[in-house]
Each structure stands twice: as C-alpha cells, then as structure tokens.
C-alpha cells in the first residue's frame, strides 16, 4: 500500500469513529431529552401550576421536541445505511410520497403531480423506507417554500440508458443562484425553524444508493432537486 492509500484508509478509518462517537452521543442526549419532556408533560397536566407556569412547562415541551428531531436527523446523517435492499419501481414509490405529502400540501393549496413517465416500469436496488424518507424530505421542503402562496409540486421521472433521473421542482420563491451550492451543507437553511439538516441527508441516502444529487434555482423562479439513481439492470453493488 502506497502512502496516498495509507492516508486514505487512515481518513476513512477517522471518519468511521467519529461518526460512531457522534451516533453514542446523539443516542446519550435522546435520553436526557425524553426525560425532560416526560418531567414538563407531568408539570404542564398538574392541577397546581399558574397558567404561565404551565405556558412555560408547554414551551419546554415544544423544545423537546425540536431537539429530538434535531438529534435524529443528525443520528440518520452520521450511521449507516441499514436496510434490505430491494428492486424498487420508482413510479410506484413517487405514488406513495405523492399520497404522504397529500395532507399537508391541500392544507397549503398546492397541487402534487407525479410524472411517472417512462420510468414509472423502471426499477433501482435500494433500501425502500430509505428512498421514500429522501424524496418525502424534499417533498417538505418545497411546500414549506410555497406554504404562504400555494403552487404545484411536480415529481418528475426520466429514463435514461443506466440511470433514473427523478426531478422535484416547486413553483415556490426560489432562492439565489449563488446559495445553491450551499443547499446540501449541514445546517444551511433557509426555513425560520428547519434543523439544515434534510438536504444533507437526502444527498447521503442518494449517494449511499450509487447516485448524486444536485439543485437548480434562481430567485422567483422556484427550485428544483435533481436525483439521479442507477437502474437496477446496470447497478453494481453499492457501499452503505
């Protein structure tokens, strides 16, 4: 082994335990956190507690929550993919997110379309609940951007000879050309409440599947989230 290979293997093997370390901390700080949020449910339900006591006891509540989220997030963007891997037909699972995001989309008056396309019969290896997470994440996103508006968000599926490409463009207002690229850092966001962690995620899972991810957009011109993913008949096996 050559000594570019060697600290290659070292960063990688660095990489590992960190993320190890990150996912024993992540799993410590849940626990405290559920044990906050069981102590304010008890005081915010007590008979004895002035109303703003119990405003204050609702508020750690409410904080319990977005930290839990929050460690989540972070816990499924520091460990492995895990997960049976299995063809995956991509219209049909476009259908299925399409159908998740339904509630929250009528609430905002925006309109989901699925364009299925060629590759509505096309299939990729991969772990199901894990593709379904991405595409719901960017599901999300995009009616949060449209929320005060409303518009339409398109899912849209393309067949090419090796790969499925799948687009997800909102009508939402956009952001600078120049913060595209900022998109899939961890903890960039643009939301008033968002953790900045959703996209780097939805770039892990595509990655870990053999795929990349990347985002067209410029102001009032809304945004477009473009996965592209091996098709099952070409892929080899992919590293989780």
Known sequence: MNPPDVMV???ANRLQELGQAHAQLAHELRNILVNIGILARRLAESDSLSDEDREAAELI??????????LGEALDLVSPLEGEREPIEIGSLLEEVGQTLEP?????????RIEPGDARALEVTGVR??????FINLGDNAIDAMAESGGSLTFAAEAGPETVTVSVRDTGPGIPESEVDRLFQPFETTKENGTGLGLPLVRKIVEA???????????????????????AEQEGECDS
Do not use: N
């Not at 929250?104 to 989901?112: G, M, N, P, R, S």
């Not at 609940?129 to 991405?134: C, E």
């Open 9 to 11: 293997e070292r960063r």
């Open 61 to 70: 509540l409410q904080q319990e929550c977005m930290g839990e989220e929050l």
């Open 104 to 112: 929250a989309a009528d609430e905002h008056d925006i309109d989901i």
């Open 129 to 134: 609940k894990k593709l379904r997470q991405a």
């Open 209 to 231: 599947h053999g795929g990349h991810v990347e985002a067209e957009s410029s102001s009032g011109q809304g945004l477009t989230v473009i996965a592209t993913l091996p098709r």
